[in-house]
């Protein structure tokens, strides 16, 4: 789930053939990307050219894309996340998952806690290698890692629990 300027949208997005597919509310785009920098990149959508600076709004998953001399605000949830934060009346944020999963398959790089670790929002959990990129999985919150259910090296699919919180 990815909300955009305050609106929800579900994407889902598969690499192949040196292009990203992204499937956006029943919509395909077919998506490609050239790094220009740190946080700079020239992405083709479709035909059309876009630059955009993509920054860190710190160590949650919120982001600031400016483009075309507008600041777009852009969060990232899990879908399984957002489906149950929706169901229970919640705002974005105020629920810390009890299962960490896997929204895409990948390989697991490094698993930064063990069983009975406390961790704090922002935290690193888990190094995971998707789409051909790095991502750091952080803590949504504060709380005990119960169980971890992978380990380096190991490969996981969408869906796949990574660790489970008290």
Do not use: W
């Amino acid at each position: 789930m990815v909300n955009v300027d305050g609106k929800d949208f579900d994407i889902e997005i598969e690499y192949r053939s040196e292009k990203y597919l992204l499937s956006c509310n029943g919509r395909r785009i077919e998506a490609v990307t050239n790094l220009l920098g740190e946080s700079r990149a020239l992405i083709l959508i479709d035909g059309e050219s876009h630059e955009v600076d993509v920054r860190s709004n710190g160590y949650d998953t919120s982001r600031t894309v400016f483009m075309k001399g507008m600041e777009i605000p852009v969060s990232i949830e899990d879908y399984n996340l957002a489906q149950l934060r929706k169901t229970a009346g919640m705002s974005s944020g105020s629920s810390v998952a009890k299962v960490l999963k896997a929204a895409m398959p990948g390989l697991v790089l490094d698993v930064k806690v063990q069983p009975g670790d406390v961790v704090t929002k922002g935290q690193p959990l888990v190094v995971l290698e998707a789409m051909k990129m790095e991502n750091i999985i952080k803590a949504q919150g504060e709380g005990t890692v119960k169980t971890v259910h992978i380990e380096s090296g190991g490969t996981v699919e969408k869906g796949d629990s990574l660790l489970e919180f008290e």
